[in-house]
């Protein structure tokens, strides 16, 4: 299946971090393994008020991202593409957490997203608002899987910033910047 290797990537890099995962590295496997064989929000959306697409050429995960903003809140939003496991799981989880929320609760947890994959944000000891987003921190210690687990939510923000087109490589995307050692 097209997301083994990618599987296999992470089972290998994150070796060296086993001590810092051990419990919720169990947790993180489960929900990645449910959110690929049963992607929420996947396939088309007609009538889309916001669309991007985005690219992360070290992995080679490209996903579209389609997005019915009215007033000021989420209608509808869905995905579809080709990607590494970690990043479909991340946009499949990133599209249940940000459905029905306004503009700006979603901004809000695409920062928050971002600073806890980049290690900024503490997730034991800083108020969030990620829920069970919060499998992903274990990220900060895998950098270069770190782009996978961010692509959707860079993508999120180019589609609501009316941005057609990103990558985790590109400079002049704001939400552009050195991620880990990657
Ligand atoms: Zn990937």
Not at 47 to 62: F, Q
Request: charged letters at 20%.
């Amino acid at each position: 299946m097209h997301w083994w290797p990618g599987f296999a990537m992470f089972r290998r890099f994150s070796h060296e971090s086993q001590r810092l995962m051990a419990d919720p590295k169990a947790l993180y496997q489960e929900v990645i393994l449910d959110h690929n064989r049963k992607p929420r929000n996947f396939g088309r959306l007609d009538h889309a008020s916001h669309r991007a697409e985005g690219h992360n050429p070290l992995c080679g995960d490209h996903l579209s991202l389609a997005l019915n903003v009215e007033g000021d809140s989420v209608a509808g939003i869905t995905f579809e593409g080709e990607s590494c496991a970690i990043c479909k799981a991340s946009a499949s989880m990133m599209t249940v957490a940000v459905k029905g929320k306004t503009r700006q609760d979603a901004q809000q947890l695409i920062d928050e997203f971002r600073a806890m994959a980049t290690g900024e944000l503490d997730c034991g000891s800083a108020p969030h608002h990620l829920g069970r987003l919060t499998v992903f921190a274990g990220m900060r210690d895998l950098p270069t899987r770190v782009k996978c687990a961010i692509l959707p939510w860079h993508t999120l923000h180019a589609a609501l910033n009316s941005v057609a087109s990103t990558s985790t490589e590109s400079n002049d995307d704001p939400m552009n910047a050195p991620i880990g050692n990657a």
